[in-house]
């Protein structure tokens, strides 16, 4: 089974400007969920996604913003980009029933300027 | 709200020696899971194992076993036979029983060297 894949690796983007990370979690999976790691702040939740419906979400701006599809692949979008927002972002996704082991993308390298 | 702690931020092993990472948490819930989680240069994040609190047995995956201490809220990680490719940065993880409550929290997490 092919496993949970982050597009793109790596994104540079200016102050100001939004972008949108893509993750695509293994096959059959149902639940997908979006981690925000920095040095200073270490590992913190952003939301999940559950049959396309946010089922919990982390302490973090309206600015975070996510959604799933039909077919359990997940955006995550942050608009007005800030300085601080440049972090390793992770995607990972667990079973049918969402109470699973969560298996993890490689992450997307998001640099703000 | 639940809290984990690794309190040792790094740790050093002679390949082939025995190393033991440390973990506590704090809830009030008892239904829960715990997670070691490997996560070398590369950065991707690799499960090592995992403990469903209700299960009194030890979780072991070959090398990789834990002292899970539930009364004590401790959960230690202990690599048997280090190998060079165990180098990375180790997290601790816990996540409710709660089908609804699906989020991990982690520690700060501990960089493990392996000296040759």
């Known amino acids: 089974k092919a496993g949970v894949t982050q597009t793109p690796r790596y994104l540079i983007k200016t102050r100001g400007q939004q972008v949108t990370l893509s993750c695509s979690p293994i096959?059959?999976?149902?639940?997908v969920s979006w981690y925000q790691q920095t040095p200073g702040q270490g590992l913190q939740f952003l939301f999940e996604?559950?049959?396309?419906?946010?089922?919990n979400k982390g302490n973090f701006p309206g600015r975070f913003s996510g959604r799933q599809f039909s077919n359990s692949r997940s955006e995550m979008n942050v608009s007005t980009l800030e300085l601080g927002d440049s972090a390793l972002y992770l995607c990972?996704?667990?079973?049918?029933?969402?109470?699973?082991?969560?298996?993890f993308g490689p992450g997307t390298r998001l640099l703000v300027l | 709200a639940q809290t984990v702690t690794q309190s040792q931020p790094e740790m050093s092993v002679q390949e082939a020696e025995t190393v033991t990472l440390s973990c506590t948490y704090d809830?009030?819930?008892?239904?829960?899971?715990l997670f070691w989680y490997k996560q070398p240069p590369s950065r991707q994040m690799i499960l090592v194992i995992r403990?469903?609190?209700?299960?009194?047995q030890n979780a072991t995956e070959n090398r990789f076993s834990v002292n899970f201490q539930k009364a004590a809220k401790s959960f230690s990680l202990k690599i048997s036979d280090s190998q060079l490719g165990d180098a990375a940065m180790y997290f601790c993880?816990?996540?409710?029983?709660?089908?609804?409550?699906?989020?991990?929290?982690f520690g700060k997490g501990i960089t493990l060297s392996v000296r040759p």
């Open positions: 096959s059959g999976h149902r639940s």
């Open positions: 403990q469903e609190a209700y299960k009194q």
């Open positions: 809830t009030s819930e008892s239904d829960y899971y």
């Open positions: 996604y559950f049959s396309e419906t946010q089922r």
């Open positions: 990972a996704s667990s079973g049918v029933r969402g109470r699973e082991t969560q298996y």
């Open positions: 993880a816990y996540r409710s029983g709660n089908g609804a409550n699906s989020k991990l929290t």
